[in-house]
């Protein structure tokens, strides 16, 4: 088996066996992609780990961030980790390589205010005001991510028990509680204005755009950046930033980590516990604005 054929079959697995994401086997077939078109090697069992160093070394001299060839460094690593269970190769060459080091960057957030400003900001009387409403209220509630939110279909919010049902990353399926004035929103605009949106009565997608087809994670991006530009936001904003909120947020007022990764669908803890940063941050900046003696 050459190495190219070799790359085609882990993708398979990816999207088949994974359920990766379109965006997630594209990003892992360009990083496949530029170590076979660098490394000059055909067979996979001819790799060493000499030829992945060289591979860290090009993409650091071609200017990628430490981020981004320690993601080139995981995809080469899932490839040959797949191709050594499969018994295509009897070692894996990337086994004795660390990943560059990357420096932990804290989340940007909302403050509360711009939160309540933000929220504010869609006329409630108006169809796509009430819309945009129940889409800004659910995100902030429950934090998902902006795929998780404009992939919802109306049987996965309960409105009668308050939460929704999201499918994260790898399909994985969660409960996260939706929060008395988001249900509230989404209860109205289902019942007051969707089915001015649903020209399809089939249509099972939750939020609609003027077409009658689910909204995209494009058209929320931009319909929320109005809001914030309305709302005197001046930072940059982005769906992610109000998932950010969401978190940081619920830790400072008291939240436990573990309830926060099952509600956000973090797979591992570590990556939740960047928001206590978040939070001991931000004390530390109230002691030395308040602190007399800072």
Same mark, same amino acid.
């Given at each position: ?15 088949? &066996? ?14 496949? =992609? ?21 591979? /860290?070394?090009?993409?650091? @001299? ?31 060459? $990337?086994?004795?390589? @660390? ?8 989340? @940007?957030?909302?403050? %509360?205010?711009?939160?309540? *400003? ?18 800004? &209220? $659910?995100?902030? %509630? ?18 009668? *028990?308050?939460?929704?049902? +999201? ?5 994985? #399926? ?5 929060? &008395? ?6 209860? &109205?605009?289902? %019942? ?10 089939? #249509? =099972? ?12 994670? #494009? ?27 969401? +978190? $940081? ?6 939240? @436990?980590? *573990?309830?926060? #990764? ?13 928001? $206590? ?5 931000? /004390? ?11």
């Amino acid at each position: 088996m050459n190495l190219d054929r070799a790359c085609d079959i882990f993708i398979d697995h990816l999207k088949v &066996e994974r359920n990766l994401s379109p965006n997630t086997l594209d990003g892992y077939s360009r990083d496949l =992609r530029r170590f076979v078109d660098g490394s000059g090697r055909t067979s996979p069992g001819r790799v060493t780990p000499v030829d992945v160093v060289d591979h /860290l070394l090009r993409l650091s @001299d071609a200017g990628l961030s430490a981020r981004s060839r320690a993601r080139a460094l995981v995809a080469v690593r899932g490839l040959f980790r797949f191709l050594l269970g499969e018994k295509v190769i009897d070692s894996d060459p $990337t086994e004795t390589i @660390d990943a560059p080091k990357i420096g932990r960057r804290l989340p @940007d957030v909302l403050g %509360a205010d711009e939160v309540d *400003r933000l929220l504010a900001m869609p006329p409630l009387d108006a169809p796509r005001g009430a819309r945009d409403a129940a889409m800004l &209220e $659910t995100l902030y %509630a429950t934090g998902l991510r902006v795929s998780e939110l404009v992939g919802l279909a109306v049987d996965d919010v309960n409105l009668e *028990r308050g939460y929704v049902r +999201a499918f994260g990353k790898g399909r994985k #399926q969660r409960l996260v509680p939706l929060g &008395e004035v988001a249900t509230d929103r989404v209860r &109205e605009y289902v %019942a007051d204005h969707r089915p001015s949106f649903a020209k399809n009565p089939k #249509q =099972r997608a939750l939020f609609l755009t003027g077409r009658g087809t689910g909204m995209t994670r #494009q058209g929320f991006w931009k319909l929320l950046r109005g809001y914030a530009i309305a709302a005197g936001i001046r930072k940059p904003i982005s769906p992610h930033k109000l998932r950010h909120s969401f +978190a $940081t947020h619920l830790i400072e007022r008291g939240a @436990d980590l *573990r309830s926060v #990764q099952a509600m956000l669908g973090h797979a591992d803890i570590t990556t939740t516990q960047i928001y $206590t940063h978040v939070s001991r941050s931000r /004390l530390l900046e109230v002691v030395r604005k308040h602190h007399p003696r800072s």
